[in-house]
């Protein structure tokens, strides 16, 4: 069995127009029509149990309808769970996050390019804090985005910041904690760890990490390294890292393929593809 941490839908009558202007400025190929039923396909044909979808606000006024979508998804789509969306300028963050975990939402994503705030500002601070009290998970985005040639935003700086200011709590790093800045955000873990004892609380995703088993054509530039990868999955430990691919902007199979084939053992395999999702997500 597997689960997909981290992956994208939209609605089907604006799927297209979102996907194509997500795709042209990156120039990265998308592997599903970016609609619910066509990461289900996907799912079936890679034998994924799960998916959690991660909807990202990029103004207050979107955050109740992403809420009321994620809320009807979770009660239709057995495959399908969806996370909230909230954006850090809405005021009623309190009121929208309560909701949500009396809703039965399991958690809300941030992303701060998409978002134009810095990951350690107070208004994250504030948000994390009142997750934590309502027992939501929250994934970050971190690192470049595909559309973003500079990670002011999220950039490893804030991501040090951010964690000497709050004690994480279901707080997952996504990318495996720095898209494109993997040496950077290495160092960054290391140093937390070393000075920490709640390692428990902070994950990794896999999502956009790992090179594919097979060549790749739309993507031109460098993947995490097999060694670093290990490096920093042994360093967190595997139990604390989820399975991610971001779908539609990888392909699932593939993404698969390359935790199987990374130089990972059967057991931390499993918990990478399974168990700890499994075990997050209280299912």
Not at 62 to 76: F, G, K, P, S, W
Not at 196 to 212: C, I, M, V
Not at 266 to 277: A, D, P, R, V
Request: proline share 6%.
């Amino acid at each position: 069995m597997i689960i997909d941490f981290h992956t994208h839908t939209y609605p089907s009558h604006i799927a297209k127009r979102i996907m194509s202007q997500l795709s042209g400025p990156s120039h990265v190929q998308a592997y599903t029509d970016g609609t619910n039923e066509g990461l289900i396909q996907s799912c079936e044909k890679n034998d994924i149990s799960a998916c959690v979808l991660l909807p990202v606000a990029t103004t207050p006024a979107q955050t109740e309808d992403i809420n009321r979508i994620a809320i009807e998804t979770n009660q239709r789509e057995g495959r399908l769970i969806s996370f909230g969306g909230l954006h850090p300028d809405n005021t009623d963050y309190k009121t929208i996050l309560r909701n949500l975990s009396r809703e039965g939402i399991p958690g809300i994503k941030l992303h701060p390019f998409f978002q134009k705030t810095y990951m350690d500002s107070r208004k994250y601070v504030d948000i994390l804090d009142c997750a934590c009290e309502y027992g939501l998970i929250t994934s970050f985005h971190v690192g470049y985005d595909i559309n973003d040639p500079i990670p002011e935003y999220s950039a490893i700086p804030h991501v040090r910041n951010l964690l000497k200011t709050v004690r994480p709590d279901k707080m997952i790093l996504a990318h495996m904690g720095g898209h494109l800045c993997w040496e950077e955000a290495e160092e960054m873990l290391e140093e937390y760890l070393s000075g920490t004892s709640e390692k428990g609380s902070l994950y990794l995703d896999t999502a956009f990490s790992l090179p594919s088993p097979i060549p790749s054509q739309n993507i031109e530039y460098e993947f995490l390294s097999r060694e670093r990868f290990l490096r920093m999955v042994r360093l967190i430990g595997s139990d604390r890292v989820l399975f991610g691919t971001d779908s539609p902007w990888t392909d699932q199979g593939p993404s698969i393929e390359a935790i199987q084939n990374s130089g990972l053992t059967k057991k931390e395999i499993s918990q990478i593809l399974y168990e700890n999702g499994k075990n997050l997500l209280n299912i």
